[in-house]
């Protein structure tokens, strides 16, 4: 059974730009959430969703979005990337609502110079 | 708002040599206190979910137990294959769906 899948696995921003990332979740799976880890703050959720809508959003800026498709695949948009959005940026899928047991992927490392 | 600690940061252990790692947690109603190994250049895998006080799970040389204001990660006999960063989370009754925050931590090196 295939893992969770992110795309891109690296790629490099300047100030200004966005960045749109992809996460495909486990088959089956209907819950996707998505984290941001960094040296300093560790692992910070960023928001989830479940079944197309958004169910919980973390404590960032509005210029990070996402949405989720009806076969459940994801996607995560940073507007306006700024130094310090640089990060790995996990994604996360879960087979029931509330289980808290995620399966992450390998994660989409984010450089913003 | 959820806050959760883990201690130490770093621990390096010569193989069998047994050890325990330490996450405390203030939530307001604990759903659930989930245990994720992370190896470098990978997303964290999970171990362990505990729910309530007293509770306790093994998985190989891996042991978790949970009091009501914390948890510990027993390793005993470490081989160098546990080397990686164990990571603590709660989930709390008021949050909806899987959101879970994390610990920072603790970085476990075992030498053989």
């Known amino acids: 059974k295939a893992g969770v899948t992110q795309t891109p696995r690296y790629l490099i921003k300047t100030r200004g730009q966005q960045v749109t990332l992809s996460c495909s979740p486990i088959?089956?799976?209907?819950?996707v959430s998505w984290y941001q880890q960094t040296p300093g703050q560790g692992l910070q959720f960023l928001f989830e969703y479940f079944s197309e809508t958004q169910r919980n959003k973390g404590n960032f800026p509005g210029r990070f979005s996402g949405r989720q498709f009806s076969n459940s695949r994801s996607e995560m948009n940073v507007s306006t990337l700024e130094l310090g959005d640089s990060a790995l940026y996990l994604c996360a899928s879960s087979l029931g609502a509330n289980t808290g047991e995620l399966f992450f992927g390998e994660g989409s490392r984010l450089t913003v110079l | 708002e959820d806050q959760v600690t883990q201690s130490p940061e770093a621990l390096r252990l010569q193989e069998g040599e047994s050890s325990s790692l330490n996450c405390s947690y203030t939530v307001s109603g604990l759903r659930g206190l989930f245990w994720y190994r992370q190896d470098p250049g990978k997303g964290p895998e999970f171990l362990f979910t505990?729910?309530?006080a007293g509770e306790e799970k093994e998985k190989e040389r891996l042991k978790a137990t949970l009091t009501k204001k914390e948890s510990f990660l027993h390793i005993t006999a470490p081989k160098p294959e546990d080397s990686a960063t164990y990571l603590c989370a709660v989930q709390s009754v008021g949050a909806a769906g899987n959101k879970l925050t994390f610990g920072g931590g603790t970085r476990v090196l075992v030498k053989p």
């Open positions: 505990l729910y309530s």
């Open positions: 088959s089956g799976h209907r819950s």
